[in-house]
């Protein structure tokens, strides 16, 4: 393990750890990075027996140092609890996994959803605030603003960062959902840099499976952790030889990992009987069509995308089943039923647009479609493989 990816799995939980100590986010935030600031100088040699406990215990000293400097009577009083509290306080509650626990402590209810998602995306989940806009595709000061605006709220509200008994995690797992479904989004397709970030699908996939046995009745849980299995079952097919970005039709199948399409078809079949659908169990339904022989059979397909469209009636549903709407009916209707959707600044968008044009013969348009995708295109894989694609259709 290398500094960096204990900075991704230690940041949060240390920042959660000063936070309850100190009850000021931002002095929190301000002490770990501090000590990872540290870490850098003293880990050249390699890493101390317990990171965390480590970064904890020097951003506490550098917290106390700071507090010492400053003469107000809460500072003081901070400082006093900071001396006569354990480096590791003990946690009681119904959540035992440290990184999900703190994931549905960050999750709370006094918090706008967006503010929930992202500030806990950022402290716990380690992504950038660049990476949690293209998740919600919105500016990124936007999404800045809102963890800002949670801060202080939290701060000023006095919101205390307590761990939530059994009562309290029904009205917080939505939020505790779309966390770990946009870590592993994250993961999956990378906003930058390489296409893959394993790291952070890995984790996703761990955390669903600790929620699931928290909340083995739930079926939403369970359609995530389903969703999540078999979207990384094909993740080793999804970079060819060369690093380059292979779609779905394309991919070797045989490089699936088939236990883990096993273990999500049972899952999506446990949610089935259940007959409860909600969107992450569609979504799950839909890989397990995708991963169920040796070709996609899109006509189930689209009518799982209409099923999900009427649960989440947003834009990128409507993206999405366009593509089932070309294999079934045609690369024309598909094209139409894209032709309102509004999501700026989106790749994907103008990508799949050109694809349909492309298919039409339309080779002009679909060169300026590919031209407007790779503008847009943040991730480099991705990129590649548009400016490909464009090139095998330029006139001439």
Known sequence: MDLDSVY???????????????????????????????????????LPPNPGAWIVTTARNRAIDRLRRESTREARHAQALLLHQPDEPKEVGPVRDDQLRMIFTCCHPALSPLAQTALTLRLL??????????????????????????????????????????????????????????????????????????????????LARALAELMPEEPEVIGLLALLLLTEARRPARVGPSGELVVLAEQDRSLWNRELIDEGH???????????????????????????????????????????????????????????????????????????????GYHLLPATRADLLTRLGRTADAVAAYDEAITLATNDTERTFLETRRARVTPG
């Open 125 to 206: 989940g380690g992504l950038e605030v660049a990476e949690i806009a293209r998740a919600y595709l919105v500016p990124e000061p936007t999404v800045a603003q809102r963890i800002v605006r949670a801060k202080k709220k939290i701060r000023d509200a006095g919101i205390p960062y307590r761990v939530p008994n059994a009562a309290e995690l029904p009205e917080r797992l939505t939020s505790v959902l779309t966390v770990l479904y946009l870590v592993f989004n994250e993961g999956y397709t990378s906003t930058s840099g390489e296409l893959l970030r394993t790291d952070l699908c890995l984790e996703a996939v761990r």
């Open 8 to 46: 991704r799995a230690e940041y949060g939980r240390c920042v959660a750890t000063l936070t309850r100590l100190l009850g000021d986010i931002g002095l929190a935030e301000e002490a770990v990075q501090d000590a990872f600031a540290v870490a850098v100088q003293k880990w050249g040699e390699g």
């Open 266 to 344: 049972e899952l999506v079949r446990w949610c089935l009987r259940r007959a409860q659908p909600g969107p992450y169990q569609l979504q799950a339904a839909i890989n397990a069509v995708h991963t169920d022989g040796p070709a996609t059979d899109w006509a189930q397909v689209l009518a799982l995308y209409d099923q999900l469209l009427q649960h989440t009636p947003t834009p990128i549903v409507a993206l999405n089943r366009a593509v089932a709407v070309a294999e079934v009916h045609g690369p024309a209707q598909a094209l139409a039923s894209i032709d309102d959707l509004d999501l700026p």
